[in-house]
């Protein structure tokens, strides 16, 4: 006797429980950030970005707007993103002694209050799915500043520098969305995913390839918008 197939509603539900699931994800990396255990924080973030990566290709594929519209996964993608790409990454950022603490966490109230701002932004993306100004990616970055420990100064600078980035008029690419150079901006993201890992074995205390391979990725994503043509969010190509 064969099984009913599972119905489209409970196909759509199962895929909002999937991206619900990274507030969970989220809280357990929280939990590791407050107790610096910095590996885990990210491992856990790492999780995190792996269902954010995924979850809006299973929404497509199953139709769940046209199956479950009264509940927006995009609303629900946001608040699990803010989660895990904006608080955990600070409060990570404040017990990680990078600089005083005081001024870690004066630091982290402004972007959190700014990233707020840019969360509720709904020109966000441009016509053609790149970002617009930096893409509140905290985790990435406060990733990197635990990687290689620049001073104090510098880190600040740092922050401060992609903080403003948010709510400037350039392109930052999204890696699932933006059809330019998108097969080599996923092998770019393979190899970083290796580094990532390697530093995350040895607790940040990786080999110079996987170091120099952060600082190579890192390079191409910022300079990728030079593909599109222009790097201005106003010129959508």
Known sequence: MSQPAVSPRALAWLVHL???SGAAVGLLA???AISQDFVWTFVWLAVALVI???DGTLARAFGVRESLPYVDGDLL?????FLTYVIVPMVAFVHAGLMAREFALTLAAIVVTASALYFADTRMKTEDNWFRGFP???NVLVFYLLVF???PALTAGIVIIAGIAMFLPIVFVHPMRVARLK???GAVLAVWTCSVGAELWTGFAGPGWSRAVLLITAAYIVLLPLARG???AAKAR
């Open 18 to 20: 999937f991206t619900a």
């Open 30 to 32: 929280l939990e590791r």
């Open 52 to 54: 954010d990566g995924i």
């Open 77 to 81: 993608d946001l608040v699990v993103d």
């Open 136 to 138: 509140t990616l905290w």
């Open 149 to 151: 420990r620049p001073s």
């Open 183 to 185: 097969w080599l901006t």
């Open 230 to 232: 222009s790097i201005w």
